[in-house]
């Protein structure tokens, strides 16, 4: 019946933010006003069940699962082929400050795969959840450590502090990274990707916009630019509804 509050939760659907994401939002944005609020419950009943025609399918079609049945995030992990790292460093040596996301500047990263061998770097600030995706031709060690290089030094010294990788050799070059960056890098357990939880939950969210079987080498930089900009501009719930930027600006600013 409020077509205030009907018209900005449309409008953040259309942004691809989740209804529990508006809920929580429209809390810190009007506190002292109860006509606009509305539960993630009730927002998902309206699309479900009340909305009609275009504008459903519309709305419908910006929600994060399009499956019916969820799989195991872990279904195809013992998929991919792993072998020996080279002075690899354990995560069990990583510094207490990584552990509780106090800090900023640790960073967790990962291939998504795509169809045809191709695959983005993604990377994601731990204390924050903010996201870089970085355009690589082909999973080689070399061309992703260079790639990773490039846009790592750009970042401040700041956010500069650490990087948690899988077992995959696409980072075999990882002493190589870290003279380019003043980046440490540390390998998860062989087959334990919980161990990187915040990148393996952004990939999931991630497969929104690029589901599998999608050629990944399509996408330019700027593509993939606009797609990282979504996310960081979506209100989490783990970060009691502020988004990654505005989280990530303000851990900067507070270690100026």
Not at 4 to 16: E, G, H, P, T, W
Not at 60 to 67: A, E
Not at 182 to 200: A, L, M
Request: positive net charge; charged residues 25%.
């Amino acid at each position: 019946m409020n077509r205030k509050l009907r018209n900005i939760v449309a409008s953040k659907l259309i942004l691809d933010w989740s209804p529990e994401q508006i809920s929580g939002w429209l809390k810190t944005q009007y506190p002292d006003d109860e006509s606009m609020r509305v539960s993630h419950e009730t927002i998902y009943r309206s699309l479900f069940i009340q909305a009609r025609g275009v504008l459903k399918k519309e709305l419908m079609d910006h929600l994060r699962s399009k499956r019916r049945m969820r799989r195991s995030r872990h279904a195809s992990v013992s998929g991919q082929s792993r072998g020996q790292i080279v002075d690899a460093i354990s995560i069990r040596e990583r510094p207490p400050e990584v552990e509780d996301r106090a800090i900023p500047g640790h960073w967790e990263g990962d291939l998504l795969s795509g169809a045809k061998n191709s695959y983005i770097a993604t990377l994601v600030e731990r204390h924050s959840r903010f996201a870089m995706l970085i355009k690589v031709s082909s999973k080689d060690t070399a061309v992703v450590v260079a790639a990773l290089s490039r846009h790592v030094r750009k970042l401040p010294a700041t956010l500069r502090r650490s990087l948690t990788w899988d077992r995959g050799l696409e980072m075999a070059k990882h002493k190589a990274f870290t003279v380019a960056t003043d980046v440490k890098v540390y390998f998860c357990d062989p087959q334990s990707p919980w161990q990187r939880g915040t990148n393996e939950n952004t990939n999931l969210l991630l497969r929104q916009y690029f589901p599998r079987g999608t050629d990944l080498s399509a996408y330019s930089q700027a593509q993939l630019d606009q797609v990282a900009l979504r996310l960081n501009q979506r209100p989490r719930k783990t970060l009691g509804f502020q988004t990654p930027a505005s989280k990530l600006r303000a851990s900067v600013a507070s270690t100026v």
